[in-house]
Nanobody, 116 residues
Framework: QVQLVESGGGLVQPGGSLRLSCAAS????????MGWYRQVPGKQRELVAG???????YYSDAVKGRFTISRDNGKEAVYLQMNSLRPEDTAVYYC??????????WGPGTQVTVSS
């Protein structure tokens, strides 16, 4: 059974930084394109950053230039470095495959709150 566990969220002031981590188990992690998603109450979960199994990265316009996604296949982990955080980045952040249905289950997510 696939498990995804996100960590690293917290409360940060506008302009600050956080680094999120995601640990995967129960699957052949390296075959998947992976992504970081976020969700705020009342809105659909959205993909904000992705990384292919070959290491190519892509970002939504909302985070391009501020967020950096990376992965370590040996550790079965994916990371999201978030800089220049804004209040509108406040959300629960999740990792999953891209598209997510390739794994099909979600982890608990990690809350990121950007506020002064």
């Amino acid at each position: 059974q696939v498990q995804l566990v996100e960590s690293g969220g917290g409360l940060v002031q506008p302009g600050g930084s956080l680094r999120l981590s995601c640990a995967a188990s129960g699957t052949i992690f390296s075959i998947y394109d992976m992504g970081w998603y976020r969700q705020v109450p009342g809105k659909q979960r959205e993909l904000v950053a992705g990384i292919t199994n070959g290491g190519r990265t892509y970002y939504s316009d909302a985070v391009k230039g501020r967020f950096t996604i990376s992965r370590d296949n040996g550790k079965e982990a994916v990371y999201l470095q978030m800089n220049s955080l804004r209040p509108e980045d406040t959300a629960v952040y999740y990792c999953n495959a891209d598209p997510w249905v390739r794994i099909g289950t979600w982890g608990p997510g990690t809350q990121v709150t950007v506020s002064s």
